[in-house]
């Protein structure tokens, strides 16, 4: 046990003297390419992305908030290391998306932890260093955005408009190789309008929150200095739903840079994409691929292929996947090649969900199923 314990102060304090040794690396650095793209080109140019989920957006009150690797790991991913970083490159992906939950070790008038910041910066700098791009968010983080709908709507904009200063202010040197995403999943509010009750009252009001925000979010990074100015950005739909984000009531922000794309999840069906068992809204699904199932697929992305795409509005599929337990194997590997064909082939990017071993081994550093990853990069050919 003393043995366990002397190597459990080692490993943190090396993660210590690593997030320092990032945070003054920071200092000075040179100024990042920016490229003269379009935000179509660029989306384009990411090919395939992956997540690195369930990792620095892991919360919760029962985790130790002494250390950054109490969080990092606290969802069972093991600590994040270059070569796992190096493996989604060398494993064909262009993109990683990294969902973070700033209010981990948050103090003061919302002050990121500054050791929080500098392991996920250096993170996003092992990333860019194999030449992938880096999606950046504010993922789910304990649940404050649901606060915007009621009387603390001014407090949750002010952590909202901290957050977003800090982080432009650290990363705004960076090249166009680095994207900042407006939010995750919460762009939605059940308080407001529900839309499953068939009722359209509040329904304005709460897409009208939602256009608020991301247009705060713009108009922020836009004046935040440096390459922020034309920094490509990704724009949350409302609830990072399709038919949702379809709706006219969804505005794409003012950006006077025009360097804007728009973020759709895709996990349907839920009860294939979603359940591990059957849940009392739904019957868990082992398998898909019929047919009608193809037939939904095409018609959610050429909706959004019509509503964005052919209006010169890029569009990133953020999240997509499905379980490992319970599902059919076959029909796991059809889902994952078709969404992300289906998507690729209209010009959009696919960024499939993965959390610790669902699709990629962190312990190895590599795809765990060489079949699938295969379906998959054969789509970019």
């Avoid at 395939?48 to 002494?66: A, K, M, P, R, V």
């Avoid at 030449?131 to 993922?139: A, G, P, R, S, T």
Wanted: aromatic content about 10%; hydrophobic content about 35%; proline content about 3%.
């Amino acid at each position: 046990m003393q043995i366990i314990k002397a190597i459990s102060k080692f490993t943190a304090l090396v993660l210590s003297l690593s997030m320092l040794t990032a945070l003054l690396s920071g200092c000075g650095e040179p100024k990042g390419e920016m490229r003269n793209m379009s935000t179509m080109e660029i989306v384009k140019d990411m090919g395939l992305g992956i997540n690195l989920g369930n990792t620095f957006e892991s919360c919760g009150g029962w985790i130790n908030s002494s250390s950054v690797t109490n969080y990092e790991t606290g969802w069972g991913s093991p600590v994040i290391t270059e070569d796992i970083i190096k493996g989604y490159a060398e494993s064909g992906f262009g993109v990683l998306r990294i969902p973070v939950a700033w209010s981990n070790m948050m103090s003061g008038d919302y002050d990121i932890n500054p050791e929080y910041l500098a392991r996920v910066k250096q993170v996003v700098d092992w990333a860019l260093a194999t030449d992938m791009y880096v999606i950046l968010n504010i993922h789910w983080d304990g649940g404050w955005f649901e606060k915007f709908s009621g009387k603390d709507k001014d407090e949750c904009m002010h952590k909202y408009e901290r957050i977003w200063t800090q982080l432009t202010a650290e990363f705004k040197n960076y090249s166009d190789k680095l994207m900042f995403e407006s939010l995750n999943e919460e762009g939605c509010w059940d308080d407001i309008w529900n839309r499953y009750s068939g009722k359209e009252d509040g329904k304005a009001e709460a897409f009208g929150l939602l256009n608020e925000i991301n247009q705060k979010f713009v108009d922020l990074v836009r004046a935040s200095g440096g390459n922020n100015k034309k920094r490509h950005l990704l724009i949350a739909g409302y609830a990072t739903d399709i038919s949702l984000t379809c709706d006219e009531l969804y505005k794409m922000p003012v950006d006077p840079e025009n360097r804007c794309a728009v973020s759709v999840h895709y996990y349907t069906p839920s009860t294939f994409a979603i359940l591990e068992k059957d849940a009392s809204w739904g019957k868990c699904r082992k398998d898909w691929g019929t047919d009608a199932d193809m037939a939904e697929l095409e018609k959610n992305m050429d909706m959004m292929k019509e509503h964005f795409v052919d209006k010169g509005i890029p569009v990133i599929i953020g999240e997509y996947g499905c379980p490992v337990k319970n599902k059919d194997k076959d029909s796991i590997k059809k889902y994952l090649t078709s969404v992300c064909e289906v998507a690729y082939d209209r010009d959009m990017c696919p960024v499939l969900w993965d959390v610790t071993d669902a699709f990629y081994s962190r312990t190895e550093c590599s795809f765990k199923d060489k079949d699938i990853l295969k379906g998959l990069m054969d789509v970019k050919n």
